[in-house]
C-alpha cells in the first residue's frame, strides 16, 4: 500500500473530486488564503521539541500508519506527563499526547479539519501505542481552540476516508464534479 499525505484526509472529506485533482495530476494553485495559511503555518515549524515547564510541545512532529497507509506531520503534539501515558523513544518517563491542528483564519467548524485531526491521532496510536481521546484544532486569526472529541464514529470515517483514498490512487480516476 503507498502512503498518502495525511492532508488528503482533509482535502478528501472537503470534495473527493479536489482531493482526486491533487493527488492523481498534482493539481493545485495558491490563492491569498493558502498563502497566507502557508506564512502562519510555517512560524509552527521552527522547532522539533520546546518545553514548557513539565510540557513537551512536538512541533512539526512526523507520524506514519501502515494500516492506514498515511504519513504526514503533525503541527503540535502536546505531551504531558502522565502515569500510564506513552514513552518517547528519546524522553523519560510517559505522556498523554493531545494532537494540536493548526489552522488558517476565525473559529468555525469543519468536519474535514476534525477528520485531518483525528488522522493524526490515529497515526501517533499506531506508532507510539496508547489512545487519544481529544485533540484541538487552533484558528490562528482568532487566537483560538477548539477541542475535538476523538470518538469510534469519527475514527471510522478516518478509516474509511483512509480506504477511499487508496481506491482512489489504485483506479487512477479523478472523481467527476
Given at each position: 500500500?503507498?502512503s498518502i499525505?495525511?492532508?488528503?484526509?482533509?482535502?478528501y472529506?472537503?470534495?473527493?473530486?479536489?482531493?482526486?485533482?491533487?493527488?492523481?495530476?498534482?493539481?493545485?494553485?495558491?490563492?491569498?488564503?493558502?498563502?497566507?495559511g502557508?506564512?502562519?503555518?510555517?512560524?509552527?515549524?521552527?522547532?522539533?521539541?520546546q518545553?514548557?515547564g513539565?510540557?513537551?510541545l512536538?512541533?512539526?512532529?512526523p507520524v506514519?500508519?501502515?494500516?492506514?497507509?498515511?504519513?504526514?506531520?503533525?503541527?503540535?503534539?502536546?505531551?504531558?506527563?502522565?502515569?500510564?501515558?506513552?514513552?518517547?523513544?528519546?524522553?523519560?518517563?510517559?505522556?498523554?499526547?493531545?494532537?494540536?491542528?493548526?489552522?488558517?483564519?476565525?473559529?468555525?467548524?469543519?468536519?474535514?479539519?476534525?477528520?485531518?485531526?483525528?488522522?493524526?491521532?490515529l497515526?501517533?496510536?499506531?506508532?507510539?501505542?496508547?489512545?487519544?481521546?481529544?485533540?484541538?484544532?487552533?484558528?490562528?486569526?482568532?487566537?483560538?481552540?477548539?477541542?475535538?472529541?476523538?470518538?469510534?464514529?469519527?475514527?471510522?470515517?478516518?478509516?474509511?476516508?483512509?480506504?477511499?483514498?487508496?481506491?482512489?490512487?489504485?483506479?487512477?480516476?479523478?472523481?467527476?464534479?
Open positions: 500500500m503507498e499525505p495525511l492532508s488528503y484526509v482533509s482535502q472529506g472537503y470534495c473527493p473530486r479536489r482531493a482526486g485533482l491533487m493527488l492523481l495530476e498534482q493539481a493545485w494553485a495558491e490563492n491569498e488564503y493558502t498563502a497566507s502557508r506564512v502562519q503555518h510555517g512560524r509552527v515549524h521552527e522547532a522539533r521539541v518545553r514548557r513539565e510540557m513537551l512536538l512541533l512539526d512532529y506514519a500508519s501502515e494500516a492506514l497507509g498515511l504519513s504526514g506531520k503533525c503541527d503540535c503534539v502536546e505531551a504531558t506527563p502522565q502515569e500510564g501515558g506513552v514513552s518517547l523513544p528519546w524522553e523519560e518517563g510517559r505522556y498523554a499526547l493531545y494532537p494540536v491542528e493548526y489552522k488558517h483564519g476565525v473559529v468555525r467548524e469543519e468536519h474535514e479539519y476534525y477528520l485531518q485531526l483525528c488522522a493524526q491521532a497515526c501517533l496510536e499506531e506508532m507510539l501505542g496508547g489512545r487519544i481521546e481529544r485533540g484541538a484544532l487552533f484558528f490562528a486569526d482568532a487566537h483560538r481552540r477548539a477541542e475535538i472529541a476523538l470518538d469510534e464514529a469519527l475514527r471510522g470515517q478516518v478509516r474509511d476516508t483512509a480506504l477511499a483514498l487508496q481506491a482512489l490512487l489504485e483506479s487512477q480516476r479523478v472523481p467527476g464534479a
